[in-house]
């Protein structure tokens, strides 16, 4: 009920209080890239229930000669990655966690495809609402193996308080001005989890 208490009234505020960079950042998206200015994907959210997560968009349409989407690195505009390095792009889920679909300190909401490869210690990480920052982003982030990040989130699940919400919140400030551990295109430096776990299978 305390952790409820704390992710309403500090999304609510903080909606309020960045309210003029949502909407100018919501101007500068659609200048930049057009609409829809709101990235929505489908991600599993507590015990896996699939709800819908907002995000600033941080790519533009292209395809290639043959009508093909082309790589996420070459979709990445520069606004695009100004956004995603400074953390910027995850503001519209603020709206998720009034919701209560997200909560702000929780595992991060991995793609719902993923789901199949976790091991039954990882499904731990879907017992708790999944958050906008968490035990692993101030933990390496996108620069770890995704077994050292996944058991990172079962740590979390596994000592969660609001303490520790607190310090992973405190810890984060600090990773965003710093700009530590963030890496705008994950997939220059990581492996889908499912590509990942199905080469580790056929060894």
Not at 107 to 117: A, D, E, K, Q, V
Request: charged residues 20%; glycine residues 6%.
């Amino acid at each position: 009920m305390l952790k409820r208490l704390l992710d309403v009234g500090l999304s609510a505020g903080g909606l309020i209080l960045l309210s003029p960079i949502l909407i100018i950042l919501w101007a500068l998206v659609k200048i930049n890239m057009g609409t829809p200015v709101i990235f929505q994907q489908r991600r599993p959210g507590l015990y896996s229930h699939p709800f819908t997560m907002y995000k600033f968009r941080t790519m533009r349409d292209a395809v290639d000669s043959s009508n093909q989407q082309l790589p996420d690195n070459e979709r990445l505009t520069s606004l695009g990655r100004f956004l995603r390095a400074s953390s910027l792009d995850e503001l519209p889920e603020l709206f998720n966690v009034l919701k209560g679909e997200m909560s702000l300190v929780g595992p991060r909401p991995l793609l719902t495809r993923y789901t199949p490869y976790f091991t039954a210690e990882e499904g731990q990480r879907l017992n708790v609402r999944p958050g906008i920052t968490g035990w692993a982003q101030v933990n390496g982030r996108n620069t770890v193996s995704w077994n050292d990040r996944l058991a990172l989130d079962v740590w979390y699940v596994q000592h969660r308080s609001t303490l520790l919400d607190l310090k992973i919140l405190w810890l984060t400030l600090g990773k965003i001005f710093q700009r530590s551990g963030v890496v705008v295109d994950p997939e220059s430096v990581m492996q889908n989890l499912d590509d990942e776990r199905r080469n580790r299978a056929s060894l």
